[in-house]
């Protein structure tokens, strides 16, 4: 948790119908000792009114740039310097262009330039927007001048697309908000695998798994906003990272090892999300493999190195998180490989339902150690990561 001291939180609403969230997600920072003070756009007042916000956060809401009685009391360059914390939520295609080129034409333009606080931004728009080049462009723009985007989310969308563009859940968007202010895991190196393996058969064939990475990268996300050094070890995966997160990618289990054994002499923390191929070739065919010949046709498997295992018993004085996807008794597994592996946590999900887990963007799962159980029901990836960080730093004391 944050200190005593109150901060002071600006919440900038855009045009979006995702502007109904906005209402919760004030409620949340006043009850957790934020003083929220709200800036909205001429488009926003389509989807929601000042007065509820002004209800809600008990002070005036902020519209026009040239407003002479606000000007009089807190006007732009004021509320600028007011806030520690800005955030745009939701955060329009728009805003986000208008961001991206500096105008300072209207109220919330003007305070984003006059302020040094720190920002956050939550967008909210149709699919093809958010994925339109010019919008990535100017993300990637704005994430290199220092504001944090989170989101948006997956998920059903006013047009009726469901796909990535709607705003993250206000929870979310709280706790990586406080996430990013508490630091706790700040000066501790983590190590993250990701994502599945490839064991070659041929140069045209592979055994590999239905894992997305998207568990794993959210891990290596939510350990950045908690002021961890990370390396992000992963397996082939269609996803992006931040760039000060140290990205590995590799192939095979052997690799990911070599790479993830190299790291872990100075390394507090390894987080093993990586679904590695439990079994690999014993010999890999330097040609491609033809349907008529019937010698090759059957393939001698033998077992991969299991990383986690055989890290943790190298390295008694880290912690180590591991990850297990189950098909059944769930519970009964995650207990086994938690003492047979010599971990301190291990993270166990019911891969055989189709709404969590492989290629989802959801999950649910348990944690177990030596000696408790906690359940965290289901949520997105991202704020799972969170809640696993923070489970994690509460195991902090440990690592000094």
Avoid at 36 to 47: G, L, N, P
Avoid at 182 to 189: C, R, S
């Amino acid at each position: 948790m944050l200190d005593d001291k109150k901060l002071n939180l600006l919440l900038c609403i855009t045009g979006s119908i995702a502007a109904y969230k906005s209402v919760d997600l004030a409620r949340l920072f006043i009850k957790n000792n934020f003083d929220v003070r709200v800036v909205m756009t001429e488009a926003s007042k389509e989807f929601i009114t000042p007065l509820t916000l002004q209800a809600i956060s008990g002070h005036q809401v902020h519209e026009n740039l040239l407003d002479t009685e606000a000007e009089r009391a807190m006007g732009h360059i004021e509320l600028a310097k007011w806030a520690d914390l800005i955030v745009i939520a939701p955060c329009s295609a728009e805003t986000i262009s208008r961001l991206a080129q500096g105008r300072a034409d209207d109220l919330l333009g003007a305070i984003i330039l006059a302020s040094e606080a720190q920002k956050f931004i939550a967008p909210a728009m149709n699919m093809n927007m958010w994925s339109n080049q010019t919008t990535q462009q100017n993300v990637e723009y704005l994430s290199s001048i220092g504001m944090d985007f989170i989101g948006p989310s997956k998920g059903e969308q006013a047009c009726g697309d469901n796909c990535y563009g709607r705003m993250s859940e206000p929870v979310e968007i709280y706790e990586t908000i406080i996430l990013t202010q508490n630091k706790p895991l700040a000066g501790k190196k983590i190590i993250v695998t990701a994502g599945p393996t490839r064991e070659q058969i041929d140069p045209v064939r592979f055994i590999s798994n239905n894992s997305s990475g998207k568990m794993g990268f959210a891990m290596a996300e939510a350990a950045l906003r908690s002021g961890a050094e990370v390396i992000l070890i992963t397996g082939p995966v269609s996803l992006s990272c931040s760039p000060k997160i140290k990205r590995l990618d590799v192939q095979t289990a052997d690799e990911m090892y070599r790479e993830a054994q190299s790291s872990m002499s100075d390394a507090d923390i390894f987080i093993g999300c990586a679904a590695v191929a439990d079994f690999k070739p014993a010999h890999e065919n330097i040609q491609k493999i033809k349907k008529t010949d019937k010698d090759r046709l059957n393939i001698q498997l033998q077992k991969n190195i299991d990383i986690i295992s055989s890290l943790a018993r190298e390295y008694t004085d880290k912690r180590f998180m591991g990850f297990c996807a189950e098909t059944e008794s769930v519970e009964e597994h995650a207990k086994s490989k938690l003492i047979k592996k010599g971990l301190d946590f291990i993270v166990a999900n019911d891969v055989s339902k189709s709404d969590i887990g492989f290629d989802s963007d959801y999950n649910e799962v348990s944690v177990f150690t030596d000696n408790s159980h906690q359940f965290f029901q289901k949520a997105s990836k991202s704020l799972l990561a969170i809640q696993l960080v923070n489970l994690l730093s509460q195991d902090n004391q440990s690592l000094h």
